[in-house]
């Protein structure tokens, strides 16, 4: 889905298996699904995760029982659940994160992804380890 307003970014979503909320038909339940978050050329977003519960009037989505995600530069993180809100393509995590990338790893007791995965924030007891370039200069 395109969506309008953020810099040309795009959302494309699959699940193993969706069906309605028979109480709620503005939700539908999804198992095994991953989101792919592009904002051509910026850092791309992925997001796997074991279940979800999609809000279609408020176009949030409730991700929970383990989330992967990944940027295209090469981060990758876990938590055990997550808030995507996609109008604004922000995915909220108030439980533990871990993590690791290029140049070291993180964990800390929540975060926030803004603008498709392009700003990561981490905030509650948070731990950081750099490593140090392989790139020596003479």
């Keep these: 889905r395109h969506r309008p307003g953020l810099s040309d970014l795009t959302l494309e979503l699959t699940a193993a298996s969706a069906y309605l909320d028979p109480i709620r038909p503005d939700r539908v339940h999804l198992d095994q699904l991953a989101g792919d978050l592009d904002s051509s050329g910026r850092r791309d977003f992925r997001i796997v995760a074991v279940s979800g519960i999609y809000d279609r009037n408020k176009e949030k989505l409730e991700l929970s029982g383990g989330i992967e995600l990944t940027t295209s530069d090469g981060y990758r993180f ?7 809100d996609l109008d604004r393509a922000r995915v909220v995590g108030r ?3 871990a993590g690791a990338g290029p140049n ?3 964990a800390a ?3 926030e992804f803004e603008d498709g995965g392009e700003i990561l924030r981490f905030n509650g007891r ?6 140090a370039s392989s790139d020596v200069r003479s």
């Design 78 to 84: 876990e938590t055990p659940s997550a808030s995507v």
């Design 95 to 97: 439980e533990p994160i």
């Design 104 to 106: 070291g790893t993180l």
């Design 109 to 111: 007791e929540r975060f």
């Design 126 to 131: 948070v731990r950081v380890t750099l490593q």
